[in-house]
């Protein structure tokens, strides 16, 4: 197979232009091209009145070599990478390890459960450890959260099967790295779960959260297929290390229920909001340091505003869909202010796990169909920030419960979110009333002046930024847009560091730190891509 990069054509071509368009790339006979498909298809909106798309194309021709060689200086024609999935060990390679001590994957989310999905392929049974319910109880328990008020601190945006991705826009799209093609195997899996097809080749594939429940139970009974087994409301509160230095080796794992399960090999998928989890490992002695991280306000527009400033007459363009944007202002202060986590046609949600505190996060279903554009505008800090209890590892953690408690307390104390439209934050005036612009948020925004709601220096680069922004998005700056707060849980506030070699805790042999709350991704794709690595990982471990 021919891969043809960088094949442009208009936004209204007609399906026969694609073959044609390759046809006239390659130079060559309509019967030499014995077929083709779409890998991927991306598009160019920089001229609102002319937008382009964007294909990669694996094309199947007659006498490959001979084009290839004709071909040899146009850098877009190349041979097609082998995209597929190899598995690292398996078979007889794994025969004789020891059957009484199963890997143990904690966590369900993304990165839990790819690297549970492919221990079980591999034939290693893994046992699956989830805090929360599963998918459709913890469903239920977050929407009673939106409309009653009522947090389950063991159920909820962050906590269940599925992980905090679940309540997301279900974003599929990374930067990472990714030479083995790990990415692929995820959305492979994902389509064979029932995700739709088109998620191998758009350039941003999105599922959104009610397919994304269908698909965790699919994937769920896959791995119970396969021999692995899940244990759900099952949190882990300790660990049982042997061992000093360098000898160090975790042997077992107990649950809140007393119960104590050996094992020498532990998927640590925790995601990014188990605070307790990693009090208890820097406890039991686990290496862990200060991440950086950022803090910031949900911001809402009408999508049609959105729509309009990015595809001008082309917005509703069915192939476009809803519009996003990726926005970054660097602030005279030092502080960089961005978009992130940005959801099309969404809601802002209350993501909250601890009593007593406000988080703010992004979801959107598949349609992306409702009245807002919503986006985290975001301030990074770093460690040094950290004026909770500074330099310690976990100031961090610190400092997020600070500000999310200042949330709950801005809001009302009754879990409502503290609110303020845009033009009344960069004037520093508290907010009395809603303008065009109605918050999504659930159970309900409380205006207010947030100028308290984060440090002073995020609020002055951000009170610059959002007028910056008109510059890049004409009518971003919109008066009565509105912010909601706060943006708490971008990523980890820690990383529990590992060896590069074996993807082992840097001091405690037998643990896998993995995906989002070690450190290690940021989103569903990077966070299953990292599962898989961990997973296989722990293979070649038991294989040794």
């Given at each position: 197979?021919?891969?043809?990069?960088?094949?442009?054509?208009?936004?209204?071509?007609?399906?026969?232009?694609?073959?044609?368009?390759?046809?006239?790339?390659?130079?060559?006979?309509?019967?030499?091209?014995?077929?083709?498909?779409?890998?991927?298809?991306?598009?160019?909106?920089?001229?609102?009145?002319a937008i382009v798309l964007i294909y990669a194309v694996d094309a199947e021709v007659r006498d490959q070599a001979a084009l290839l060689a004709r071909l040899k200086h146009d850098a877009h024609i190349l041979p097609a990478p082998d995209t597929s999935y190899t598995f690292v060990a398996g078979g007889e390679q794994l025969q004789g390890h020891d059957q009484s001590e199963r890997p143990v994957v904690i966590g369900t989310g993304p990165c839990g459960l790819f690297a549970a999905l492919i221990l079980a392929q591999m034939g290693l049974r893994p046992l699956i450890l989830e805090r929360g319910k599963v998918v459709r109880e913890r469903t239920v328990d977050?929407?009673?959260?939106?409309?009653?008020?009522?947090?389950?601190?063991?159920?909820?945006?962050?906590?269940?099967?599925?992980?905090?991705?679940?309540?997301?826009?279900?974003?599929?799209?990374?930067?990472?790295?990714?030479?083995?093609?790990?990415?692929?195997?995820?959305?492979?899996?994902?389509?064979?779960?029932?995700?739709?097809?088109?998620?191998?080749?758009?350039?941003?594939?999105?599922?959104?959260?009610?397919?994304?429940?269908?698909?965790?139970?699919?994937?769920?009974?896959?791995?119970?297929?396969?021999?692995?087994?899940?244990?759900?409301?099952?949190?882990?509160?300790?660990?049982?290390?042997?061992?000093?230095?360098?000898?160090?080796?975790?042997?077992?794992?107990?649950?809140?229920?007393?119960?104590?399960?050996?094992?020498?090999?532990?998927?640590?998928?925790?995601?990014?909001?188990?605070?307790?989890?990693?009090?208890?490992?820097?406890?039991?002695?686990?290496?862990?340091?200060?991440?950086?991280?950022?803090?910031?306000?949900?911001?809402?527009?009408?999508?049609?505003?959105?729509?309009?400033?990015?595809?001008?007459?082309?917005?509703?363009?069915?192939?476009?869909?809803?519009?996003?944007?990726?926005?970054?202002?660097?602030?005279?202060?030092?502080?960089?202010?961005?978009?992130?986590?940005?959801?099309?046609?969404?809601?802002?949600?209350?993501?909250?796990?601890?009593?007593?505190?406000?988080?703010?996060?992004?979801?959107?279903?598949?349609?992306?169909?409702?009245?807002?554009?919503?986006?985290?505008?975001?301030?990074?800090?770093?460690?040094?920030?950290?004026?909770?209890?500074?330099?310690?590892?976990?100031?961090?953690?610190?400092?997020?419960?600070?500000?999310?408690?200042?949330?709950?307390?801005?809001?009302?104390?009754?879990?409502?979110?503290?609110?303020?439209?845009?033009?009344?934050?960069?004037?520093?005036?508290?907010?009395?009333?809603?303008?065009?612009?109605?918050?999504?948020?659930?159970?309900?925004?409380?205006?207010?002046?947030?100028?308290?709601?984060?440090?002073?220096?995020?609020?002055?680069?951000?009170?610059?930024?959002?007028?910056?922004?008109?510059?890049?998005?004409?009518?971003?700056?919109?008066?009565?847009?509105?912010?909601?707060?706060?943006?708490?849980?971008?990523?980890?506030?820690?990383?529990?560091?590992?060896?590069?070699?074996?993807?082992?805790?840097?001091?405690?042999?037998?643990?896998?730190?993995?995906?989002?709350?070690?450190?290690?991704?940021?989103?569903?794709?990077?966070?299953?891509?990292?599962?898989?690595?961990?997973?296989?990982?722990?293979?070649?471990?038991?294989?040794?």
């Open positions: 197979m021919l891969r043809i990069n960088e094949l442009k054509l208009p936004l209204d071509h007609a399906d026969a232009d694609l073959r044609q368009a390759i046809l006239a790339r390659l130079g060559i006979a309509d019967a030499d091209l014995l077929g083709f498909s779409v890998f991927k298809r991306s598009y160019d909106a920089r001229k609102r009145t977050t929407f009673g959260f939106w409309r009653k008020r009522e947090l389950n601190p063991e159920s909820n945006v962050q906590y269940g099967e599925g992980g905090a991705g679940t309540f997301s826009d279900g974003k599929l799209y990374s930067q990472i790295k990714d030479p083995k093609h790990y990415g692929r195997k995820v959305l492979t899996e994902f389509v064979k779960a029932g995700a739709p097809d088109e998620i191998m080749y758009v350039s941003k594939p999105h599922i959104g959260t009610f397919r994304l429940v269908k698909m965790v139970e699919q994937m769920r009974e896959n791995i119970i297929a396969l021999g692995g087994e899940y244990r759900f409301e099952s949190k882990v509160a300790d660990i049982e290390v042997e061992g000093e230095g360098d000898a160090r080796q975790i042997r077992a794992v107990i649950l809140a229920s007393g119960e104590h399960i050996p094992t020498r090999h532990v998927v640590l998928a925790i995601g990014h909001s188990a605070r307790d989890t990693f009090e208890m490992l820097y406890e039991r002695g686990v290496y862990i340091e200060a991440k950086p991280f950022s803090v910031g306000f949900r911001v809402e527009h009408p999508q049609s505003l959105i729509d309009a400033c990015r595809f001008g007459p082309n917005a509703g363009n069915k192939i476009l869909g809803a519009a996003d944007y990726k926005l970054v202002h660097h602030a005279a202060n030092g502080r960089s202010v961005y978009s992130f986590c940005m959801c099309p046609g969404g809601t802002v949600v209350a993501a909250a796990s601890e009593p007593g505190r406000v988080v703010t996060n992004g979801m959107s279903q598949y349609s992306r169909n409702e009245r807002n554009a919503n986006s985290a505008i975001v301030v990074g800090i770093t460690p040094a920030d950290y004026i909770d209890n500074p330099g310690h590892p976990l100031a961090g953690i610190a400092l997020q419960r600070r500000l999310e408690e200042g949330a709950f307390a801005l809001g009302g104390g009754t879990y409502d979110a503290p609110g303020q439209l845009m033009g009344d934050f960069v004037k520093g005036r508290a907010s009395t009333a809603f303008g065009s612009v109605v918050p999504s948020f659930k159970p309900a925004v409380h205006l207010t002046d947030l100028a308290t709601a984060l440090p002073d220096y995020a609020i002055v680069a951000m009170r610059e930024a959002f007028p910056a922004f008109d510059k890049q998005i004409r009518g971003y700056y919109q008066e009565d847009a509105v912010l909601t707060g706060v943006e708490t849980r971008t990523s980890s506030p820690i990383r529990i560091k590992r060896r590069d070699d074996n993807l082992q805790s840097l001091n405690t042999r037998g643990l896998f730190p993995a995906g989002e709350g070690a450190g290690y991704a940021g989103g569903i794709l990077s966070a299953a891509v990292d599962g898989i690595k961990v997973a296989e990982a722990v293979a070649l471990s038991m294989a040794a």
